[in-house]
C-alpha cells in the first residue's frame, strides 16, 4: 500500500490547511493537494494527501473514512497512480492513418483500425491561422489531383436568369435582321 490518499466529496469552501489539521490528528501529513479546474480554477471536490508513513495512511483510512468534515461525509481511500491520457482534442483516437494497399486505416496503441476508402488528408490549425491552413490543403489536395483550381467569375447567374438573358438576346437580333430586310 502506498502513502497517498484519495479523499472524495470535499467541500468546496475547504483549505489545505484545514484538511492537514484534521489529517494530522491520525499521523504526520507531508502534503495536500486540492485539485481544481483548469479553466475556472474552482475546487473539483477531492484532494490528494500524502502522508509520512503507509502505517498512518492505514490509519487514516480506517478512522477517516465515511465520516463528516465541514458538513459532508468524507470517502478516503489509497490513491491509484494516474492513468495515461490522451492529449486533447484527439477524439479518443491514437494512431497514425497508413497507406496499405486495400485503402487507408488507422493503426495505434489501442489497436485500432478502420478501413477507410477516400483517402485522409490531414491540416493542422495553429491558433487562429485558418488562411494558412486553407492554403495547406489546396496544396494537399492539388498534389493528390483532387482539387482543379476553378476560373474566378465576375459575378453567377442562376440557370433560369441565364436562359431568360439568351431568349432576351435572340429577340433582339431578331428585331435588327428585320430592320436591315425592309
Known sequence: ??????????????????????????????????????????PKGFCFIEMES???AKKAIADLNGTTFMEKKIVVNEARPQKPRERAGSAGRSGT??????????????????????????????????????????????KEGLFKELKKRRYYEKPSVKEKNKR????????KASKFKR
Not at 470535499?10 to 490528528?25: L, P, Q, R, Y
Not at 496499405?100 to 491561422?129: A, C, H, I, M
Not at 432576351?168 to 428585331?175: M, N
Open 1 to 42: 500500500m502506498g502513502k497517498t490518499l484519495y479523499v472524495g466529496n470535499i467541500s468546496a469552501e475547504a483549505i489545505e490547511n484545514d484538511i492537514k489539521n484534521s489529517f494530522s490528528t491520525i499521523g504526520e501529513v507531508e502534503s495536500v493537494k486540492i485539485i481544481t479546474d483548469a479553466y475556472t480554477g474552482q
Open 168 to 175: 432576351i438576346e435572340a429577340i433582339k437580333k431578331k428585331i
Open 97 to 142: 492513418l497508413n497507406k496499405t494497399s486495400r485503402g487507408f486505416e488507422r493503426t495505434g496503441d489501442s489497436g485500432y483500425r478502420k478501413e477507410r476508402k477516400d483517402p485522409g488528408l490531414e491540416v493542422k490549425v495553429y491558433g487562429n491561422n485558418i488562411e494558412n491552413a486553407l492554403r495547406d490543403l489546396k496544396n494537399k489536395l492539388q
Open 54 to 56: 503507509e502505517e498512518d
